[in-house]
């Protein structure tokens, strides 16, 4: 059993679309990370949310933290083919030990 | 720039053969990670070290070591590597009690 679904697995897109990423847990959490991993090379943060039912945007894309921290999104508004590549929610679960959930591969078509 | 940096990016060994991968990192974080991840999967967590305290995960095999002989380096042995070892293997840092962490670029390890 996973820690951390997400969900779709896989998704190509034409560019300017939007897409919407998800991932979920039976678990609570303290805070939830988004990172942005491209091929061959390691994860890049893009952001943490801590607050239950919090907002954040970072440019195109917006994230949001279920009200019961539950479960997190990541929407993007009109995909760009820089936007490709394995997005990967995470969280800290026993106190400096990180767990990766099972990853949203993007691609997007020009 | 602080950073971390891995080394080599592209390891080839044979099989059974021991091989050491490098981690260095000039952010001064206390906590290292490493992490394996297969082709098109998730990052899975290895170990960690907490200054020198060393954290093994339950179902990480004894095939692998690691070693941090000072705050800025860290190592990943592996002693007889199998075909099932080939991945690529992400060095971290975080500060402690921090949520976030910081990723190396990775070393591509083949076996053959």
């Known amino acids: 059993t996973q820690l951390l679904e997400q969900s779709p697995q896989f998704l190509s897109i034409q560019e300017g679309e939007n897409l919407t990423v998800y991932c979920n847990s039976s678990?609570?959490?303290?805070?939830l990370q988004w990172y942005r991993q491209e091929p061959g090379e390691g994860p890049v943060l893009l952001v943490t949310?801590?607050?239950?039912?919090e907002v954040k945007k970072l440019k195109r894309l917006t994230f949001q933290f279920g009200d019961a921290r539950k479960d997190s999104s990541l929407h993007i508004t009109a995909a760009q083919p820089g936007d490709t590549g394995l997005y990967l929610c995470?969280?800290?679960?026993?106190?400096?030990?990180?767990?990766f959930g099972t990853g949203t591969s993007l691609t997007v078509i020009p | 720039d602080a950073m971390v940096i891995q080394n080599p990016r592209y390891q080839v060994t044979q099989f059974g053969k021991p091989v050491t991968l490098s981690c260095s990192q000039t952010?001064?974080?206390?906590?290292m990670y490493w992490y394996q991840q297969k082709s098109s999967q998730a990052p899975k967590l290895l170990f960690h070290?907490?200054?020198?305290?060393?954290?093994n995960e339950a179902d990480t095999p004894d095939n692998f070591q690691s070693r941090r002989p000072n705050t800025s380096f860290c190592f990943l042995d592996i002693r007889s590597p199998g075909l099932g070892d080939a991945a690529m293997y992400l060095c971290?840092?975080?500060?402690?009690?921090?949520?976030?962490?910081?990723f190396g670029p990775g070393t591509r390890l083949t076996v053959t």
């Open positions: 995470a969280v800290d679960y026993t106190g400096n030990q990180f767990y």
């Open positions: 070290y907490y200054d020198k305290d060393f954290n």
């Open positions: 952010l001064n974080h206390n906590v």
């Open positions: 971290a840092t975080s500060r402690e009690s921090s949520y976030e962490q910081y």
């Open positions: 678990s609570v959490f303290s805070s």
């Open positions: 949310v801590v607050t239950g039912g």
